[in-house]
């Protein structure tokens, strides 16, 4: 079977209908959310209000090239606080299951540090904060040898000498073979 794509009615060949079928299959995207800002800042494992598990068998993705990951955090800081010089979102996650990694199971682990805003950078309004898309091995934590998976977004959010206010905090996973 050859299924063609709907933009150049060109023909996806039985190799590419595989990664299509096994991604679909291998893996579920998701995103951490918290509309409001009472946020603690320079803590560890904190859980967004709303957040959709990112669920995938890494093995499975694995046999189809190198499996990626890109993270995405953006935020709105709508007041610095006197004083405040530095901030730094970290994506994380809570490993609620790792089938080949059992040890890491119950363990928050960061898979990526945002570039620190300082100086300059360092202003009011909505910000990105943009991975692109890293291996699995290369994330602040290797997620590589989990097996089947289930990751459920935390973050963390550090500062200098004093606290901004952020609204808005949301940190999206995204997973792909490359």
Same mark, same amino acid.
């Given at each position: 079977?050859?299924?063609?794509?709907?933009?150049?009615?060109? $023909?996806?060949?039985?190799?590419?209908?595989?990664?299509?079928?096994? !991604?679909?299959?291998?893996?579920?995207?998701?995103?951490? =959310?918290?509309?409001?800002?009472?946020? %603690?800042?320079?803590?560890?494992?904190?859980?967004?209000?709303? #957040?959709?598990?990112?669920?995938?068998?890494?093995?499975?993705?694995?046999?189809?090239?190198?499996?990626?990951? =890109?993270?995405?955090?953006?935020?709105?800081?709508?007041? !610095?606080?006197?004083?405040?010089?530095?901030?730094?979102?970290? #994506?994380?996650?809570?490993?609620?299951?790792?089938?080949?990694?059992?040890?890491?199971?119950?363990?928050? $682990?960061?898979?990526?540090?945002?570039?620190?805003?300082?100086?300059? *950078?360092?202003?009011?309004?909505?910000?990105?904060?943009?991975?692109?898309?890293? *291996?699995?091995?290369?994330?602040? %934590?290797?997620?590589?040898?989990?097996?089947?998976?289930?990751?459920?977004? =935390?973050?963390?959010?550090?500062? !200098? %000498?004093?606290?901004? %206010?952020?609204?808005? !905090?949301?940190?999206?996973?995204?997973? =792909?073979? #490359?």
């Amino acid at each position: 079977m050859a299924w063609t794509t709907p933009a150049s009615g060109g $023909v996806i060949f039985a190799a590419n209908e595989k990664i299509l079928y096994d !991604l679909n299959s291998a893996v579920a995207a998701g995103v951490g =959310r918290s509309a409001g800002s009472g946020f %603690t800042y320079n803590t560890t494992a904190q859980d967004f209000d709303a #957040a959709d598990r990112v669920a995938m068998d890494v093995s499975q993705l694995d046999d189809n090239g190198t499996p990626q990951m =890109r993270i995405v955090i953006t935020c709105q800081i709508s007041s !610095l606080g006197v004083g405040c010089t530095s901030f730094t979102p970290k #994506a994380q996650v809570y490993v609620e299951a790792a089938t080949l990694s059992t040890g890491s199971v119950n363990t928050t $682990v960061t898979l990526f540090t945002g570039t620190a805003l300082t100086g300059g *950078s360092l202003t009011t309004g909505f910000k990105s904060f943009d991975s692109g898309w890293v *291996s699995f091995a290369s994330l602040g %934590t290797n997620i590589s040898g989990y097996g089947v998976a289930v990751l459920r977004p =935390r973050f963390q959010l550090d500062r !200098l %000498t004093a606290d901004p %206010t952020v609204f808005h !905090l949301t940190a999206s996973y995204f997973v =792909r073979v #490359a």
